[in-house]
């Protein structure tokens, strides 16, 4: 058994292993589950994304992780972050997405906060963008329900997104804030 990076009240949030692919597959092969990429994905496609999010474990200590009921350990979906390239910067980016028998439940606000609770705190990244369709109502509500905020419109690969950012709080040094005396 994999060991729980994060827990939520309902959810476990965990490294993906080799013997998730068939519950990865049948969710990534569903149209409906897939309507907000650019096409579905069969099983050979599920697999690679595996191997490289197994990959990106390794490289740099994080990357997609599956959600599970913490009752039943059933497969929910992904979280996670991963290097992005956007428009030269270099950024990390956070995605979500949940199996559709669970949409409408919270399931995505409440793995997504926890992913970004994740990267702003234990693993110290400043700054986490995420990249949606402006038509996917129900991701950009996530991205606003964990705290992120719409910064600008970006186009990738010739599709619009709205993107969204978040930033680990600033530090305090002991000094008040306000003005100096």
């Given at each position: 058994?994999t060991?729980?990076?994060?827990?939520?009240?309902?959810l476990r949030?965990?490294?993906?292993r080799?013997?998730?692919?068939?519950?990865?597959?049948?969710m990534?092969?569903?149209p409906?589950?897939?309507?907000?990429?650019?096409?579905?994905?069969?099983?050979?496609?599920?697999?690679?994304?595996?191997?490289?999010?197994?990959?990106?474990?390794?490289?740099?200590g994080?990357?997609?992780?599956?959600?599970?009921?913490?009752?039943a350990?059933?497969?929910?979906?992904?979280?996670?972050?991963e290097?992005l390239?956007?428009?030269?910067?270099?950024?990390?980016?956070?995605?979500?997405?949940?199996?559709r028998?669970?949409?409408?439940?919270?399931?995505?606000?409440?793995?997504?906060?926890?992913?970004l609770?994740?990267?702003?705190?234990?693993?110290?990244i400043?700054?986490?963008?995420a990249?949606?369709?402006?038509?996917?109502r129900?991701?950009?509500?996530?991205?606003?329900?964990?705290?992120?905020?719409?910064?600008?419109?970006?186009?990738?690969e010739?599709?619009?997104?709205?993107?969204?950012a978040?930033?680990?709080p600033?530090?305090?040094?002991?000094?008040?804030?306000?003005?100096?005396?």
């Amino acid at each position: 058994m994999t060991a729980a990076l994060v827990e939520t009240p309902r959810l476990r949030l965990r490294e993906f292993r080799r013997d998730d692919l068939e519950a990865l597959a049948a969710m990534v092969a569903d149209p409906e589950q897939m309507r907000f990429y650019r096409h579905t994905r069969d099983r050979d496609e599920a697999r690679a994304w595996l191997d490289r999010t197994l990959a990106g474990y390794a490289e740099r200590g994080y990357g997609k992780w599956l959600i599970e009921a913490r009752t039943a350990g059933a497969f929910l979906g992904y979280t996670g972050i991963e290097p992005l390239e956007l428009e030269g910067v270099a950024e990390v980016e956070i995605g979500w997405h949940v199996h559709r028998s669970v949409w409408g439940q919270g399931i995505a606000t409440e793995a997504a906060g926890a992913a970004l609770g994740l990267a702003l705190g234990r693993l110290g990244i400043p700054r986490v963008v995420a990249i949606v369709p402006p038509a996917h109502r129900a991701s950009r509500r996530v991205a606003e329900k964990i705290g992120m905020r719409e910064e600008r419109d970006v186009t990738i690969e010739e599709l619009p997104y709205a993107l969204y950012a978040a930033e680990r709080p600033p530090v305090a040094s002991g000094e008040p804030l306000g003005f100096a005396a």
